[in-house]
């Protein structure tokens, strides 16, 4: 029931010599396809505060940036309350030591961050012997893994996030792609991932229609945010990066960042992920009403009245993103309540309130999908087109911002507090 759609492409995006659907490798926090699936085997249905934790490790200061894990190694971002000192950690995967625990940024004057994120959001990214964490404008660094040395900082990105940064990196080729998405400037930039200089930068098109009297920009915030993490898929054989910001989604060639397409909507403050697959790309619009769009990614220049195959209105998650199985997309609102969604046409199939309110992305495992809420309940349902058919409801620790990984037969979860080992015993 995994989609293929995009496979040639994303395996440039993992660690060369690891096969693509290797069950031992979560280097992003979407997974190693960046679409919330895994072909590991053996993950528990079941799971509690007192039933199959292997280890639970506490995680100093506030973090809600999703952990990465390669060859035992569980890594993280997190952050002081006041967003004062910004740290890396590296965590044993066997044991839940942490091997790894280092100051990377000094911020003397941190910009404001909403109580509802942090200043640790955005997820680390794993690439081979390397991985690169980010805070967004604050800083991004490049870090041995083997040795654990610095090789690279940038903390010269301006962007004013506005209620704080939410959009993780991503890597293509020998591009490290970072999204700055403020009230201020809105732009994509790409790194050399080898050395942290500059390759190109992107200012976003967008029209805020937004001019004051005197002909000058307006400066609204919120309506000019986005927290979301693009995608790189591969379309004529050619690949495009995907990536929503406020009240347009765009797709730029990721070598160059020349714009390709854009849509228009009225939202802002994307944070949901999109997934592609059917040909079609579904885009999340965000805040204040998100909609879902099914995009066809064949178009040029403004394709809003051209490219948009159907539209979702009831229904759609701000945070949490899309599950794509097969011919059809499973949904969980940040309110509790979850769809399936045939992909061709945007019909709900079925809808069934699960309880309780989410921020984090729902991952397939084992033909089931587990969705983590803020309050620490778990549900497990199957991915099953005819009807809701619910397989489990845990609770275990204090509640989930981040999303799951997932490694071998084990998942790696933090919760607002602790880093979870949970394994069957």
Not at 325 to 343: F, I, K, N, R
């Amino acid at each position: 029931m995994r989609m293929t759609t995009n496979i040639g492409l994303a395996a440039t995006l993992v660690v060369a010599a690891t096969n693509l659907f290797a069950a031992d490798l979560w280097p992003d926090y979407r997974g190693p396809t960046h679409d919330g699936h895994s072909e590991a085997k053996g993950l528990p249905l079941e799971m509690g505060d007192n039933n199959n934790v292997v280890w639970k490790t506490a995680i100093h200061g506030r973090g809600w940036s999703s952990p990465v894990v390669a060859e035992d190694e569980v890594w993280l971002t997190t952050a002081t309350a006041d967003g004062k000192k910004l740290s890396g950690l590296c965590v044993d995967a066997k044991t839940g030591k942490v091997s790894w625990d280092k100051e990377l940024f000094s911020i003397p004057k941190p910009q404001f961050a909403h109580r509802f994120n942090s200043y640790a959001s955005p997820s680390p990214l794993i690439d081979g012997d390397k991985v690169y964490l980010s805070w967004g404008s604050p800083g991004t660094a490049c870090v041995d893994r083997k040795t654990k040395k610095i090789v690279w900082k940038r903390g010269d990105l301006v962007c004013d996030h506005f209620r704080g940064a939410g959009s993780s990196p991503v890597i293509f080729e020998n591009l490290l792609i970072l999204t700055m998405d403020g009230a201020d400037v809105q732009y994509l930039i790409a790194l050399d991932k080898t050395n942290g200089k500059t390759v190109w930068r992107k200012d976003r098109s967008t029209d805020f229609k937004d001019l004051d009297p005197n002909g000058k920009p307006k400066r609204d915030g919120d309506m000019r945010k986005s927290y979301a993490t693009p995608i790189l898929i591969e379309v004529a054989g050619k690949p495009q990066l995907l990536s929503p910001g406020a009240k347009s989604a765009f797709a730029y060639e990721p070598r160059t960042g020349k714009e390709i397409w854009a849509v228009r909507y009225a939202n802002h403050s994307s944070a949901s992920r999109t997934v592609y697959g059917n040909g079609l790309a579904f885009i999340n619009t965000g805040y204040a009403k998100a909609e879902l769009l099914a995009v066809k990614p064949t178009g040029k220049g403004d394709v809003t009245d051209s490219h948009v195959v159907w539209r979702m209105i009831k229904g759609v998650p701000n945070k949490p993103s899309p599950l794509l199985v097969g011919e059809h997309l499973y949904l969980v609102t940040d309110g509790g309540v979850a769809s399936c969604v045939e992909t061709k046409t945007g019909k709900v199939v079925w809808q069934e309130r699960v309880g309780g309110e989410y921020s984090s992305a729902p991952v397939c495992v084992e033909n089931r999908i587990y969705a983590f809420s803020q309050e620490g309940k778990v549900v497990v349902f199957r991915p099953n087109p005819e009807k809701f058919e619910s397989l489990a409801k845990n609770q275990l620790g204090d509640g989930f911002m981040a999303s799951p990984a997932i490694a071998g037969e084990a998942f790696y979860l933090r919760s607002k507090t602790h880093l979870y080992r949970v394994q069957n015993q």
